[in-house]
């Protein structure tokens, strides 16, 4: 899936993002290994071969925008160029009335069709759905089951007709905001579909046409969706299956084929697992910067509070935070896992420190509650004889704390090199995370 391909390119970036300054040999390196994962992920060739030239050229050759480095202006491009192909805003499907799912067989249109009714419904609106199926046996059936659940109309031809179910559901469906047309696939855009999509398109003169296409389609992605634009001219693109393993260059290659964006995910089988395109979250996830919305929401399931997070992202971290973070560990996952959330900290926090031991954990705990709270806020004012005070207090070794100190030291550290100011211009490269969804 994308997110393949964010990996990649996310450890590409994260080496722009851990050097201090980039020069041009090291935009050479980015984009030679963004053409290798983008390759890597069916991204077409020539796509890859426009996308990385249009970085090149604009890393190096234009002029680099007044108070940016070149690495912040780099990671605005590629973040650009990406977005510019997939979409740069969200455009959902306002005030679109007639809308037509069209796709190979299996691509997820009936589930979409269903998903895009129900999204619309959860709006205020009243959606209705037109039954166009009559290629594959139970599609017809599978259609009012799941529409049936949302409480919304199908429209069925009597005579099993595509096209006399377009006609009735029109006239039918006049007082409805938007009505939804359910088209059959086939195995490939053979003429029969063709002719078929056609017909309908003429009939329906659908106000967006929107191209269902699994993440894992590959390489042909492109070519598919060229030709189905040529047909019925597509307005725009749905991914599904992103929940699952497959790789997903196909969606950028899909898009530049059409010139059509991405209107909407596909995370799973249920009716409700469908995201509105957002492309900075997307893209952000895609390229491996961090996601803050869903670390917040991770935090906030763990108890651990928004302003730790940001704390940590900002450098500024105390005792108190270190310890929350620790003991948060047990309740989210990994901090590797949490870490891998926060752009340049991925992989950055040795493996000792990430499995604390449960024993070590607890007396961690009595050392802390030792501590006045001064002291727990900056950690400078204990010195060797409060060190003694504060081992006596929570029943443990010298050792015990100059320990924990020690880790939180290093932890403080790494969390100012790679989240906050070190050596980078705060106030813009916050501006430029802000872009990714990420807040520094
Ligand atoms: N995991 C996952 N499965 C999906 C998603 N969207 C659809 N599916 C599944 O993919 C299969 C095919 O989905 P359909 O909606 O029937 O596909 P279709 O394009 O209507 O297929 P035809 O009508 O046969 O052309 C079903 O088992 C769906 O549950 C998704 O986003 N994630
Ligand atoms: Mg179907």
Same mark, same amino acid.
């Given at each position: 899936m994308l997110e393949d391909l964010g990996k990649n390119i996310g450890s590409t970036i994260r080496k722009?993002?851990?050097?201090?300054?980039?020069?041009?040999?090291?935009?050479?390196?980015?984009?030679?290994?963004?053409?290798?994962?983008?390759?890597?992920t069916d991204v077409d060739v020539k796509l890859v071969y426009q996308i990385s030239e249009n970085i090149r050229r604009r890393c190096l050759k234009d002029k680099i925008p007044e108070g940016l480095t070149l690495r912040e202006h780099t990671l605005k491009v590629v973040?650009?160029?990406?977005?510019?192909?997939?979409?740069?805003?969200?455009?959902?499907?306002?005030?679109?009335?007639?809308i037509m799912f069209v796709g190979l067989f299996g691509s997820g249109k009936t589930t979409t069709t269903a998903k895009i009714a129900s999204y619309l419904?959860?709006?205020?609106?009243?959606?209705?759905?037109?039954?166009?199926?009559?290629?594959?046996?139970?599609?017809?059936?599978?259609?009012?089951?799941?529409?049936e659940k949302l409480g919304v109309p199908v429209h069925v031809s009597e005579k099993r007709d595509p096209y006399d179910a377009l006609k009735g559901g029109l006239a039918k469906f006049g007082k409805h905001d938007s009505i939804l047309i359910d088209t059959a696939g086939r195995d490939a855009?053979?003429?029969?579909?063709?002719?078929?999509?056609? $017909? %309908?398109?003429?009939? /329906?003169?659908?106000?967006?046409? =929107?191209?269902?296409?699994? &993440?894992?389609?590959?390489r042909i992605a492109g070519k598919q969706a060229e030709e189905f634009h040529k047909l019925v001219g597509v307005t725009g693109v749905i991914?599904? $299956? %992103?929940?699952?393993? /497959?790789?997903?260059?196909?969606? =950028?290659?899909?898009?530049? &084929?059409?010139?059509?964006?991405?209107?909407?995910?596909?995370?799973?089988?249920?009716?409700?697992a469908l995201e509105e395109y957002d492309p900075v979250r997307f893209v952000?996830?895609?390229?491996?910067?961090?996601?803050?919305?869903?670390?917040?929401?991770? &935090?906030?399931?763990?108890?651990?509070?928004?302003?730790?997070?940001?704390?940590?992202?900002?450098?500024?971290?105390?005792?108190?935070?270190?310890?929350?973070?620790?003991?948060?560990?047990?309740?989210?996952?990994?901090?590797?896992?949490?870490?891998?959330?926060?752009?340049?900290?991925?992989g950055a926090i040795p493996e000792e420190m990430l499995v604390q031991q449960e024993e070590k954990m607890k007396k961690y705990g009595y050392i802390i509650d030792s501590?006045?709270?001064?002291?727990?806020?900056d950690a400078e004012l204990i010195h060797s004889s409060r060190i003694k005070r504060i081992a006596k207090g929570s029943g443990t070794s010298e050792k015990d704390v100059r320990d924990l100190l020690k880790q939180y030291k290093q932890a403080k550290i790494m969390m100012k090199k790679f989240g906050g100011a070190g050596g980078m211009k705060r106030g813009q490269m916050a501006k430029l995370m802000k872009k990714f969804g990420v807040k520094m």
């Amino acid at each position: 899936m994308l997110e393949d391909l964010g990996k990649n390119i996310g450890s590409t970036i994260r080496k722009i993002l851990a050097r201090s300054s980039v020069d041009p040999a090291d935009v050479n390196i980015l984009v030679k290994d963004l053409q290798r994962d983008l390759l890597k992920t069916d991204v077409d060739v020539k796509l890859v071969y426009q996308i990385s030239e249009n970085i090149r050229r604009r890393c190096l050759k234009d002029k680099i925008p007044e108070g940016l480095t070149l690495r912040e202006h780099t990671l605005k491009v590629v973040y650009e160029e990406l977005v510019s192909l997939l979409g740069e805003k969200q455009v959902g499907l306002m005030g679109k009335r007639k809308i037509m799912f069209v796709g190979l067989f299996g691509s997820g249109k009936t589930t979409t069709t269903a998903k895009i009714a129900s999204y619309l419904k959860k709006k205020g609106l009243k959606p209705a759905i037109i039954a166009c199926d009559y290629h594959r046996p139970a599609a017809v059936e599978q259609l009012e089951q799941l529409a049936e659940k949302l409480g919304v109309p199908v429209h069925v031809s009597e005579k099993r007709d595509p096209y006399d179910a377009l006609k009735g559901g029109l006239a039918k469906f006049g007082k409805h905001d938007s009505i939804l047309i359910d088209t059959a696939g086939r195995d490939a855009l053979d003429k029969e579909l063709a002719n078929e999509l056609k $017909k %309908m398109n003429a009939i /329906a003169r659908p106000d967006e046409v =929107l191209l269902v296409i699994p &993440a894992d389609i590959g390489r042909i992605a492109g070519k598919q969706a060229e030709e189905f634009h040529k047909l019925v001219g597509v307005t725009g693109v749905i991914i599904t $299956k %992103m929940d699952g393993t /497959a790789k997903g260059g196909g969606a =950028l290659s899909a898009c530049s &084929a059409t010139n059509a964006k991405v209107k909407f995910i596909g995370v799973g089988e249920k009716i409700d697992a469908l995201e509105e395109y957002d492309p900075v979250r997307f893209v952000g996830r895609l390229l491996g910067m961090g996601d803050l919305q869903s670390l917040l929401e991770k &935090a906030k399931e763990a108890d651990i509070s928004e302003d730790s997070v940001g704390k940590i992202m900002a450098g500024k971290f105390t005792l108190k935070d270190f310890y929350e973070q620790l003991s948060g560990v047990r309740k989210m996952g990994s901090l590797g896992s949490v870490m891998d959330m926060i752009p340049g900290l991925g992989g950055a926090i040795p493996e000792e420190m990430l499995v604390q031991q449960e024993e070590k954990m607890k007396k961690y705990g009595y050392i802390i509650d030792s501590m006045t709270e001064d002291e727990k806020v900056d950690a400078e004012l204990i010195h060797s004889s409060r060190i003694k005070r504060i081992a006596k207090g929570s029943g443990t070794s010298e050792k015990d704390v100059r320990d924990l100190l020690k880790q939180y030291k290093q932890a403080k550290i790494m969390m100012k090199k790679f989240g906050g100011a070190g050596g980078m211009k705060r106030g813009q490269m916050a501006k430029l995370m802000k872009k990714f969804g990420v807040k520094m």
